[in-house]
């Protein structure tokens, strides 16, 4: 059975993962609109992710015997200035999720709730690799400066994603 404490905290990191996945889908919406249809396409798959893994905690919950509680996802920004501010955008907010997660285990530390903490490792490694893949693209546009050429190139390359 799941605390009433270690519930709530998995519930608002349901809500932390759609936020995720709305602020991606803004991301992609205005890429679109700028005709970076690679990165368009590379943000709305991202989404995609996030959706899953906000229903990995709906599940888990669930499979523990808790009650899954649906809160008010807040609203995205929806103006950037360039693909380079996006991605060093998703930089800072994975760097943010990595902390929700890490506080999620040191409570289930605390609490001795050892099987959400065996849950949690599949969280701790992929954020290893949501932090590194946006930094690189982050450095790439950082590198590319205000060369068109280079940030196309950087766009096909974001588009070949999956
Ligand atoms: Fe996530
Ligand atoms: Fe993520």
């Given at each position: 059975m799941l605390s009433k404490r270690m519930e709530d905290a998995l519930n608002r990191q349901i809500n932390e993962e759609l936020?995720?996945?709305?602020l991606y889908q803004a991301m992609s919406a205005w890429a679109e609109a700028e005709?970076?249809?690679?990165?368009?396409?590379?943000m709305a798959a991202q989404a995609k992710e996030e959706v899953e893994h906000a229903a990995k905690f709906y599940n888990f919950i669930l499979e523990?015997?808790?009650?899954?509680?649906l809160l008010a996802i807040k609203q995205p920004p929806s103006e950037w200035k360039s693909l380079?501010?996006?991605?060093?955008?998703?930089?800072?907010?994975?760097k943010h999720i990595t902390k929700c997660i890490n506080d999620l285990y040191e409570l289930a530390t605390r609490e001795r709730?050892?099987?959400?903490?065996?849950f949690l490792h599949w969280f701790i490694e992929e954020q290893v690799e949501e932090e590194a893949q946006t930094l690189e693209i982050a450095e790439l546009l950082r590198r590319?400066?205000?060369s068109t050429n280079a940030i196309l190139m950087i766009d096909a390359k974001l588009g070949a994603r999956e």
């Open positions: 936020y995720s996945a709305y005709n970076y249809k690679g990165a368009a396409k590379w523990r015997g808790g009650k899954v509680k380079l501010e996006i991605f060093e955008a998703a930089y800072e907010h994975e709730d050892y099987s959400t903490q065996v590319a400066g205000d």
